[in-house]
Nanobody, 123 residues
Framework: QVQVAESGGGSVQAGGSLRLSCVAS????????MAWFRQFPGREREGVAG????????FYAKFVKGRFTISQDTAKNTVYLQMNSLKPEDTAMYFC????????????????WGQGTLVTVSS
């Protein structure tokens, strides 16, 4: 069974930065695709950024606009999301997902979701 655990959320003022981390674990598990999503109250989760096959494919949502950077440590099955120039509208619960194919931010062949980490950006 694959497990995913996020960390790094918190409160920050507008213009600040946060770095989210996500670790995927499981017996002989290798995370080929890892992605970040966010969810606002009452809304569906939306893809933020994803990375596939150790970085051979990296994808971002348009609203990221160069503010966020996704990276991966494949040896540790860990993905990071560096978020800079944060805005109040970035306030959301951020979730990590892991899978085996890059389509739809790794949801094409999804293995597991994390429980989420809350990011709060104040003005």
């Amino acid at each position: 069974q694959v497990q995913v655990a996020e960390s790094g959320g918190g409160s920050v003022q507008a213009g600040g930065s946060l770095r989210l981390s996500c670790v995927a674990s499981g017996y002989h598990y290798s995370a080929n695709c890892m992605a970040w999503f966010r969810q606002f109250p009452g809304r569906e989760r939306e893809g933020v950024a994803g990375i596939f096959n150790g970085g051979s494919s990296v994808f971002y949502a348009k609203f990221v606009k160069g503010r966020f950077t996704i990276s991966q440590d494949t040896a540790k099955n860990t993905v990071y999301l560096q978020m800079n120039s944060l805005k109040p509208e970035d306030t959301a619960m951020y979730f990590c997902a892991t899978g085996s194919a890059p389509g739809d931010y790794c949801r094409e062949a999804l293995d597991a979701w994390g429980q989420g980490t809350l990011v709060t950006v104040s003005s």
